[in-house]
């Protein structure tokens, strides 16, 4: 066991630290430490293109489809320097995180060669058609159709997506369909790849709790992609959903952390600043948020250090549930500390600064990409070895 | 970086929890709390067949100069049976000894600690008062104290090797809650005593030791009632289902495994700090201690509350976990004072 990276590591650490560094204060030092994914969204998308053209966007990736080949080490170290150097949260991350390693691991070579480049550059913006109305938690229950037209081989596809995070700014779409009349359930899905800018897709936004609206609903009406853009067979599209391995979620999370560190050290910032600190049990809750994010960080380099991953540890389950909470109990901490003082805005736009925003856009992490509940049943049934939940009928 | 054990360290661990596992069974200890809270036998098999006594202590002194690492892999399978072992003499005064003693010291004392002919008891108070190398006051609390043979007794301005027999020593056995670890009064009358000639670099490798020690035998603790809370939801039913079917239910287990695998990190963290001299280590080892101590004591109270009435019972060994849980919280320094040294060192200032 040794928790010190290699000379070499650190070599690595200094080299990608200078060049955060250099951007964050010079190019794209108007982007430094900007909140919310859709402000200022076009710098955004400059910022993705000009960390592919340096070959640091997907640095674990091989270096045929632009990445680095980086190892897990400095894909760790990246993702900590990146968050120290106040670079912004990555408007490309469902690509780099989602869409990629899927296609990576159930794309043909075909569509690796399309697809891995421009996500790699930061050219092309990927999001995620997961949910539906009536599919939330029960993502089986999908009712988007797909079926192929005879007359050119394409997918036409009909229904409604909701909850699309970035879709105003993305290029592509993947989504899960249903292209078996009368299946049910996770059986007759298909995983598919679509143009988003096309007549058949209309997307709409949804104002948040917090005034933006980074999320949208998204309508498709007789929209197409071609036949090369099925991902894996027709009918086999949950399996490719729900095929990425757990301790990709280990490095994106150390990624995530870090901003998490920035958040706290705010808190910490402002109780100093308006007395708090010195109240005893702010203390006791500031040290447990200290010791939480610790304890992630930890967590995680043990995950990524399991040399088995093709059977990742059941600890792996337990992250989304850790970060989650953690973050929860942080944004609630953050209004504690500030008092009133958090409540109101300095302009007159619903607007708020990091730590009421983080009190308010904190509520979602407990509910996307799985809510707490689903986690649960996730670490009880599969880690655990407990009972599956019954199921209804319907 | 590699946060995972070395080859070595995983057999270690395997060799500790198979030990325990076979040896430290509820009958044995359950023997030991109606007696003097020790387990002579598996005391004996643990140093001499198992050769682990030795962990703490340097090569040169007959140990096994291994580090926290290894020795949390073992505290952790203790726990796991809330085994009655005197584990914290070597967590503590052997550590101490060997960081802060005289060569005169070592040699007379580690040989002897490392083959388990002798029995330490760690002990600390504030009011000690020293003349002419004799200590005179009372320390309180003294794990296994009642079947120490020797003692390493630390005060605000020293630490001293004082043994069970020296004049003017005595000890009362007060009832412990956790009678796993009997905690004695010891009261010194101008009692011979042995100063450590670097006692803060005693102290501070003995308090290191002990709060890895206690927050791996929490570790232990809190994942042996999870699995046992496991078997249990899997076999008992009701309303003709098995009772971990219910969500309310297997949210808890979940919530349980959630906490647990974070005080997995956070000992390891610790252990690994301790080992490797990082400048993290301080904050790791009371990150340790308060969260390894508050998740045993979730963990053990929920064990009770899922097993229902059965796990009420002095017959089942829910209340061993539970009792030693609570143990481990309040000594060597509280959940809240851990996370007040947190603050401290993070910068948040001085508290009102
Ligand atoms: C900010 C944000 C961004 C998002 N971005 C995307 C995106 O880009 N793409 C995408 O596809 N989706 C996205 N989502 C959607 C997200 O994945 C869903 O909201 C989530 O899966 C929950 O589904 P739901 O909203 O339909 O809630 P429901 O499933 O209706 O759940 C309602 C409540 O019931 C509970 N519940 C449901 N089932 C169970 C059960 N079996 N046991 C116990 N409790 C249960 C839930 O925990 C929850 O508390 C986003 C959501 C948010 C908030």
Redo the contacts with the bound molecule.
């Keep these: 066991m040794r928790l010190g990276f290699s000379a070499g590591d650190e070599a690595f650490r200094a080299e990608a630290a200078d060049w955060l560094a250099d951007q964050m204060s010079g190019e794209f030092r108007d982007i430094k430490d900007v909140l919310g994914l859709t402000v200022m969204a076009e710098r955004r998308k400059e910022w993705e293109q000009q960390l592919g053209r340096h070959r640091w966007s997907c640095i674990g990736w091989p270096s045929k489809w632009g990445g680095r080949d980086a190892t897990l080490e400095q894909q760790v170290i990246f993702a900590e320097e990146y968050a120290r150097s106040g670079a912004p949260g990555r408007v490309g991350h469902?690509g780099i995180e989602l869409a990629g390693p899927t296609i990576l691991a159930f794309g043909t070579e075909e569509q690796k060669a399309r697809f891995l480049p421009g996500i790699a550059s930061g050219e092309v913006l990927w999001?995620?058609?997961?949910?539906e109305p009536n599919a939330?938690?029960?993502l089986a229950s999908v009712r988007t159709r797909a079926r192929v037209d005879e007359a050119t081989g394409e997918w036409v596809v009909d229904g409604q997506?909701i909850?699309?995070?970035l879709a105003q700014i993305c290029d592509w779409i993947f989504v899960v369909t249903r292209s078996e009349e009368g299946s049910k359930g996770p059986k007759g899905l298909t995983f598919l790849l679509m143009p988003i800018d096309q007549p058949g897709i209309t997307i709409r936004p949804i104002r948040?709790i917090n005034g933006d609206a980074?999320?949208n609903e998204t309508f498709f009406d007789g929209a197409r992609t071609a036949a090369e853009n099925l991902v894996s067979t027709p009918g086999n599209g949950w399996q490719v959903a729900m095929g990425l391995l757990a301790f990709e979620r280990g490095v994106s999370t150390l990624g995530q952390q870090m901003g998490f560190r920035h958040e706290l050290d705010a808190i910490i910032a402002a109780a100093k600043a308006n007395g708090s600190a010195s109240n005893p049990l702010i203390r006791q809750r500031i040290a447990k948020a200290e010791i939480g994010l610790r304890l992630m960080r930890y967590g995680a380099l043990r995950v990524l250090s399991n040399t088995d991953h093709a059977r990742p540890d059941g600890a792996a389950l337990t992250y989304k549930l850790q970060w989650a909470t953690w973050r929860r109990n942080l944004g609630e901490l953050a209004m504690d500390v500030l008092g009133q003082a958090g409540e109101v805005t300095a302009g007159p736009d619903y607007d708020f600064p990091m730590l009421p925003s983080l009190f308010l856009s904190s509520r979602?992490d407990t509910?996307?990409?799985?809510?707490?509940?689903?986690q649960r049943?996730i670490v009880a049934e599969r880690a655990l070895g407990l009972p599956r939940?019954p199921r209804g009928n319907a | 970086m590699q946060f995972a054990f070395t080859e070595e360290q995983a057999m270690i661990a395997e060799t500790a929890r198979a030990f325990f596992a076979g040896n430290a069974t509820s009958e044995r200890t359950r023997r030991a709390m109606e007696g003097d809270g020790i387990d002579r036998d598996l005391w004996a098999s643990f140093c001499t067949e198992l050769g682990l006594a030795g962990i703490a202590v340097p090569e040169a002194h007959g140990g096994s100069g291994l580090g926290l690492v290894e020795f949390a892999t073992i505290a952790e399978a203790a726990g796991a049976q809330v085994a009655a072992l005197p584990l914290l003499g070597l967590a503590m005064p052997a550590r101490a000894i060997a960081a802060g003693g005289s060569e005169a010291q070592k040699r007379e004392w580690l040989p002897k600690l490392a083959s388990g002919e002798v029995i330490a008891a760690p002990g600390g108070s504030h009011d000690q008062r020293v003349g002419d190398g004799k200590l005179t006051g009372t320390v309180d609390f003294v794990p296994h104290g009642g079947i120490a043979d020797m003692f390493v007794l630390a005060s605000p301005e020293g630490a001293w090797i004082v043994r069970a027999d020296a004049p003017g020593l005595a000890i009362e056995r007060p009832v412990t809650m956790d009678q796993t670890r009997p905690l004695a009064r010891v009261t010194l009358t101008d009692t011979p005593g042995d100063p450590l000639p670097d006692w803060q670099a005693g102290l501070e490798a003995a308090r290191a030791g002990g709060w890895i020690c206690v927050a791996a035998e929490a570790l232990g603790g809190a994942q042996a009632t999870l699995d046992r809370t496991v078997g249990y939801a899997q076999e008992r039913v009701q309303f003709g289902r098995p009772i971990g079917s219910f969500?309310a239910y297997k949210h808890r287990l979940a919530d349980m495994m959630v906490e647990i695998e974070q005080a997995r990190s956070a000992v390891y963290w610790a252990a690994c700090a301790v080992d490797e001299d990082s400048a993290e280590a301080p904050l790791a080892l009371h990150s340790a201690k308060s969260f390894a101590a508050d998740t045993y004591c979730r963990c053990a109270g929920d064990m009770i509350q899922l097993h229902g009435g059965i796990g009420f019972t002095w017959e089942h060994d829910a209340h061993l976990f539970f009792k030693r849980a609570r143990a481990i919280r309040s000594m060597l320094g509280d959940s809240d004072w851990h996370r007040e040294q947190v603050a401290n060192i993070i910068g948040l200032g001085e508290a009102a």
Excluded: P, V
């Design positions: 469902m999001c995620q058609g997961y949910s939330g938690s029960d997506k909850w699309t995070s948040q980074e999320f979602a509910i996307y990409g799985g809510t707490n509940q689903i049943n939940e | 969500q």
